[in-house]
């Protein structure tokens, strides 16, 4: 069983609809989570990190956390060309390890 | 803009060659960490860096080596290339003071092994 398990995509979701992304992970002591953005050949940019159950809302983004199915997942509402891109999921598993997990990421594509 | 730079952007490399990649920190991060992006894939740990020693590491041979300075800048050595290593190498910028901190991530630098 992979560490952080995301589904590969692609995911295509009408402009101005809602996509979801989600993501497992396996270590049930894993503290923050995070959400990274990547556009193609470009380095991965943060959107959004959360650490404690339930949802945290940033705009037109949402994460939800429930560590009891150890689950994440990120919802973009009124989804733009511009989401276009790979999204990573990450998990930091504790206080003074800085490492971070990554799942292979979801590629998501808005269709006009 | 993260304030995290690497260098260089670019880089072709033949096998067996070595080769050394840059990272300036983020103003106020004590905390480096190095990934390594193989196409189609999500990052792979490969260290990190705190206080100038080596805590943690990923699952990379020996000939993947690194330094960090006094300025938090770092550097990540590769010996004996191999075509294998062809990869796009991130550099994250962290703080270890508190639990929930982000990691910025520089632009990469893409190594091309022939």
């Known amino acids: 069983q992979k560490e952080v398990e995301q589904n590969s995509g692609p995911l295509s979701v009408p402009e101005g609809a809602i996509a979801s992304l989600n993501c497992t992970y396996s270590?049930?002591?894993?503290?923050?989570f995070f959400w990274y953005r990547q556009y193609s050949g470009k380095s991965p940019e943060l959107i959004m990190f959360i650490y404690s159950n339930g949802d945290k809302e940033d705009g037109r983004f949402t994460a939800q956390l429930n560590k009891a199915s150890q689950y994440v997942s990120l919802l973009i509402r009124d989804s733009q060309p511009s989401d276009s891109a790979t999204y990573l999921c990450?998990?930091?598993?504790?206080?003074?390890?800085?490492?971070?997990?990554f799942g292979t990421g979801t590629r998501l594509t808005i269709i006009p | 803009e993260t304030g995290v730079t690497q260098s260089p952007t670019h880089l072709i490399k033949t096998r067996g060659q070595q080769v050394t990649l840059r990272c300036s920190s983020q103003s106020g991060h004590n905390t480096v960490s190095w990934y390594q992006q193989a196409l189609g894939q999500g990052p792979q740990f490969i260290f990190q860096y705190y206080r100038e020693e080596e805590n943690g590491r990923g699952n990379f041979p020996p000939r993947f080596s690194g330094l960090q300075f006094p300025n938090y800048s770092s550097e990540l050595n590769v010996n004996a290339l191999e075509l294998d290593d062809s990869a796009l190498y991130l550099c994250?910028?962290?703080?270890?003071?508190?639990?929930?901190?982000?990691?910025?991530f520089g632009q990469g630098t893409r190594l091309t092994v022939v």
């Open positions: 990450a998990v930091k598993p504790n206080f003074g390890n800085e490492k971070l997990t």
């Open positions: 270590d049930q002591g894993s503290q923050s």
């Open positions: 994250a910028s962290s703080s270890r003071q508190s639990l929930n901190t982000e990691a910025f």
